[in-house]
C-alpha cells in the first residue's frame, strides 16, 4: 500500500504545539513531532475504540505489555518479562523519575551532551549534582568521549543518562561502543538510564539499534530503558510510553511516585501503540525511506552553504547544524528572521548550533533550506 508522505496537510489551528507557536509565514522546523498523519491503521483502531462511546478507567493492557516483549525479542533477541514494563504518561516523566528515585539528594550524575534539555532539567529540578561530558566527533559521529567521562566519576556517582539514537547528534550507537559504555558503568557501579525513544528511526540500513540492557543479564540490571513509539508513529499528542527495569529494587524505586503525580497513560494511547505494532510495519519503513530522502536533501544543501556545516544524521529526523562559520550571534534568531524556526543550540548546551526538524514534506522542506540558504549568505560589503 502507498502513502502520502507529500501531502501539504494544515496543521495551523489544531493546537499544535509546533505549529501554533509562530504565527505568520514561519515554517516551523523545531519541536520533534512529524508533519505526517498517523498510519492509517492506528487512526481506525482509535476510531473504533471511539466509537464504543464509552471512556472508562483502563487497566494496563497485558495483550500490549505481550506486544511489546515480542517486539523486544523479534527486533533485538532481547528477551524482557512483561511485569519489568511501567507504563508512563511520557518518557520526560521517565527522566525526572530517573533523577529523583535512582539518585539520593547529594548523589551525582553523568550527562553527555549535547542533549534533548530535558535531561538536565530533570537533573536541575530534581535537584541532584550532575557533570556534563562533551561528545567528541570521530570519523563524522558524534560518539563518548570515554576518558573524560572516567575522570568525570566522583565518590558520589550513581547515575549514567544515555540517548541512543542521540537527540540532537543522530549517532546511533555501536554494539562495541555501547559495550564500552556499559563496562565503564559496571565499574563504577552506575545505574543506567537510557532513553531510546528514537529506536525505531534508523535512516541508515545495516546500522542497527542495540538496546544497552540487551548487551548482558548483568547490564540488564543496572538499567532502566526509556521507550515510546510515540514519535516513530507521530502520535506524541496521543500516544504512551514505557519504562523497562529488570531489578525489582530498582523497579519499585522507579514507581515511588506511580498513581501519585504519575498517571497512567490515555486510554488512547494504548491503543494507538498496539495497532502501531501490529499492523504499522509497512507504514514505518515507508516513513524511513522518506525521511532518508528528506536526511539526504538537508545533508547536500547545508553542504552547500558557506558557513554551515553537519554530520551525517544516522537516526533521527534532528539534523544538528553548526553555524559557526557564520559568525552570527545568533544563529536561530537569523533564521527566524528569514522564516524558519529551528530550535535554538543553546537549549542543547551549544549556541552556535541549530536543530532542523526535517520530518516534514519535501515540498516544505525545499522552500525551508531556500530560505535558509538566503539567510545564510555574506552581506555585500557595501
Ligand atoms: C530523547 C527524547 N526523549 C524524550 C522526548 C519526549 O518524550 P515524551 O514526549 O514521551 O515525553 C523527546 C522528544 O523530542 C526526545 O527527543
Given at each position: 500500500m502507498g502513502f502520502d508522505f507529500d501531502d501539504l496537510n494544515d496543521r495551523r489551528g489544531t493546537w499544535s504545539a509546533r505549529w501554533d507557536k509562530y504565527p505568520g509565514d514561519v515554517i516551523p522546523l523545531w519541536v520533534a513531532d512529524t508533519d505526517f498523519r498517523a498510519p492509517p491503521v492506528v487512526l481506525q483502531a482509535m476510531r473504533e475504540r471511539l466509537?464504543?462511546?464509552?471512556?472508562?478507567?483502563?487497566?494496563?493492557?497485558?495483550?500490549?505489555?505481550?506486544?511489546?516483549?515480542?517486539?523486544?525479542?523479534?527486533?533485538?533477541?532481547?528477551?524482557?518479562?512483561?511485569?519489568?514494563?511501567?507504563?508512563?504518561?511520557?518518557?520526560?516523566?521517565?527522566?525526572?523519575?530517573?533523577?529523583?528515585?535512582?539518585?539520593?539528594?547529594?548523589?551525582?550524575?553523568?550527562?553527555?551532551?549535547?542533549?534533548?534539555?530535558h535531561f538536565r532539567l530533570a537533573l536541575e529540578r530534581a535537584p541532584r549534582p550532575f557533570t556534563e561530558v562533551p561528545l567528541v566527533l570521530q570519523g563524522g559521529r558524534w560518539v563518548f568521549d570515554e576518558e573524560r567521562l572516567a575522570a568525570s566519576v566522583r565518590p558520589q556517582t550513581r547515575l549514567l543518562f544515555l540517548c541512543n539514537p542521540q537527540n540532537p547528534g543522530g549517532t546511533i550507537f555501536t554494539r562495541a561502543e555501547l559495550e564500552r559504555i556499559a563496562a565503564f558503568a559496571a565499574r563504577h557501579g552506575l545505574a543506567i538510564c537510557s532513553d531510546e525513544i528514537h529506536c525505531d528511526l534508523l535512516l541508515d540500513r545495516g546500522k542497527p539499534h542495540v538496546p544497552i540492557a540487551s548487551l548482558s543479564p548483568e547490564i540488564s540490571r543496572r538499567t532502566v530503558t526509556l521507550a515510546s513509539p510515540n514519535k516513530a508513529f507521530n502520535f506524541p499528542g496521543a500516544g504512551c510510553a514505557w519504562a523497562v527495569v529488570e531489578d525489582p529494587q530498582l523497579r519499585r524505586a522507579f514507581m515511588a511516585d506511580d498513581h501519585a503525580t504519575i498517571h497512567d497513560p490515555s486510554l488512547f494511547g494504548y491503543v494507538a501503540v498496539l495497532a502501531a505494532y501490529r499492523s504499522g510495519a509497512d507504514w514505518l519503513e515507508a516513513q524511513l525511506d522518506y525521511l532518508a530522502g528528506n536526511r539526504d536533501l538537508v545533508e547536500r544543501e547545508i553542504a552547500s552553504m558557506?558557513?554551515?556545516?553537519?554530520?551525517?544524521?544516522?537516526?533521527?529526523?534532528?539534523?544538528?547544524?553548526?553555524?559557526?562559520?557564520?559568525?552570527?550571534?545568533?544563529?536561530?534568531?537569523?533564521?527566524?528572521?528569514?522564516?524558519?524556526?529551528?530550535?535554538?543550540?543553546?537549549?542543547?548546551?551549544?549556541?552556535?548550533?541549530?536543530?532542523l526538524n526535517f520530518g516534514t514534506q519535501r515540498a516544505r522542506l525545499a522552500d525551508a533550506l531556500q530560505r535558509i540558504r538566503t539567510a545564510s549568505r555574506p552581506s555585500p560589503r557595501g
Open positions: 466509537e464504543h462511546g464509552v471512556l472508562g478507567y483502563t487497566v494496563q493492557p497485558a495483550v500490549l505489555r505481550e506486544a511489546i516483549c515480542e517486539r523486544m525479542l523479534r527486533l533485538y533477541g532481547w528477551r524482557i518479562e512483561p511485569a519489568w514494563i511501567v507504563f508512563l504518561p511520557g518518557v520526560v516523566p521517565g527522566l525526572h523519575l530517573a533523577a529523583r528515585h535512582l539518585l539520593r539528594p547529594g548523589e551525582h550524575a553523568l550527562l553527555p551532551v549535547p542533549l534533548y534539555h558557506p558557513g554551515l556545516s553537519m554530520v551525517h544524521t544516522e537516526a533521527t529526523y534532528l539534523a544538528w547544524i553548526d553555524c559557526a562559520g557564520l559568525g552570527a550571534k545568533d544563529p536561530q534568531q537569523l533564521f527566524l528572521q528569514a522564516g524558519v524556526a529551528l530550535s535554538p543550540g543553546s537549549q542543547f548546551g551549544a549556541p552556535q548550533l541549530v536543530r
